[in-house]
């Protein structure tokens, strides 16, 4: 199955020039949403990678990290917008393709020396991500990798991530 | 496994006055997320339910109902805030319990004929899930149940919700 041909562009989302890569046209055909998530949560299972949490990134990252925490057997941690998450929590700023923002996760979501996955749909800038990464390094967790479904590769989002053992699916 | 007990209150939370029940302590405990998970899909693979379509509710809802689509075999559709997708389309405006917002789903999303689930982290005044639900069926589908992680039935959500099949596994 070709992945790459379900994904919708809409020109000119959210701004004028953009060409946005819409996923929900994957999401909603049950076959390819299924592929999706078997290939990236693949070597996780053959490695029996001893993953101890998967962090989504709000908010398609949670569609994606919440079943490869259910497949993989761990936890899931939500990586939220400021002012979204109720319990004591750390953040990171950081720059994206639209403008900036900050991640927080739960202070007691990762424990010192866990092996932790950052998921999200798409790799663009890398800022998100990296973000995501600093949180789970903050925590004293172990960031054994980070998986998109889509990378718009020309935004070179990959050189930012250079630390990381970086996958994604479809690349653009 | 007690999953009411690993939920976590959080007084004053997103107010004053307010106790939070905060459910990432649930999500990060790897065995009760699973168990949690498990326990809302058991009687739709039981019965063989024939789901074509699960609406997760952004933003905690698309960790549960991702999990949902993917072990039913079908596809997911997110129900966004408003501005979020990028796609023609439609739209349902609902109250809540702190304010008022609105739903949307593409206009793509549900053929129609389709039997949808509708998935959310908590019930509390059921506006949004009533939203949801709405949204289906504008589309044509139908709403064959609503699932919840958690119910607050002190705010009586169940009742703006009596035209459903409505599930909840932790009740407050």
Redesign the interface.
């Known amino acids: 199955m070709d992945l790459e041909k379900i994904i919708?562009d809409?020109p000119d989302?959210?701004k004028q020039g953009i060409v946005?890569k819409?996923i929900?046209t994957l999401?909603?055909?049950?076959d390819a949403?299924?592929q999706a998530?078997n290939r990236m949560m693949k070597k996780y299972l053959d490695e029996d990678a001893g993953i101890d949490?998967v962090v989504?990134i709000?908010?398609?990252g949670?569609?994606?990290?919440?079943?490869l925490?259910?497949k993989l057997?761990?936890?899931?941690?939500?990586a939220?917008k400021p002012g979204?998450?109720?319990?004591r929590s750390v953040r990171e700023e950081y720059t994206l393709e639209y403008g900036s923002n900050a991640l927080e996760v739960?202070e007691d979501?990762i424990r010192p020396g866990e092996r932790v996955l950052v998921v999200d749909d798409l790799l663009a800038t890398g800022g998100t991500a990296l973000a995501a990464a600093r949180l789970v390094e903050k925590l004293g967790g172990e960031v054994a990798g980070i998986e998109f479904l889509v990378e718009l590769s020309f935004l070179h989002g990959r050189d930012r991530l250079s630390a990381y053992r970086v996958h994604s699916l479809i690349t653009y």
């Open positions: 919708r809409v989302f959210p946005f819409d929900t999401l909603q055909a049950g949403f299924r998530l949490k989504g709000e908010a398609r949670f569609i994606f990290g919440g079943v925490a259910y057997g761990c936890g899931f941690v939500p939220r979204k998450l109720p319990y739960h979501s």
